[in-house]
């Protein structure tokens, strides 16, 4: 059996420390099977951001996994905008986006996605960027990335197989 090497990235979004402290959540590990889904996936982390800032022109991308559920691979995704958070789903074979998605006012997000979410508007950097950045320093490809707070800080994890 061929080992895979994961590793997790933390990359400072160059912001204000944050007000609360929290203790930092687990990080989920993909199961063997999930990482062999992802490793034959056509679309990669990258060009599912590009997609998802394509299809909302002037969207912020601040979160993407990759997903083998219900025997679609696909990325979860999620975009702000307009005081809104969209989630939604790229299919990782076509690119295609797969519904229209669920759209969420900021307001009714939980105090720590709404914490992460301020703090990736006065990042330095965007996703995309933390996520090259991640898969350069990592020799390898992304499987996941978001924002997490840590620390009292907001900082991109990125997740590279």
Known sequence: MRKTRILSFLIVCAVAP????RTPEPDVVPTEKVIQSFENAKITLAEAIRIAAKKHKDAKVVDVSFDSQAGQLAYKVKTYQDNNVWEGAIDAWTGEIISEGMTTPVSKLDEEDQLELAGSLKASIDLS????????????KAISAGLEETNGRIVYEVMIV
Do not use: D, N
């Open 18 to 21: 944050a007000f609360a402290q």
């Open 129 to 140: 960027t933390a996520t090259a950045l991640a898969e350069e320093k990592g020799s390898g």
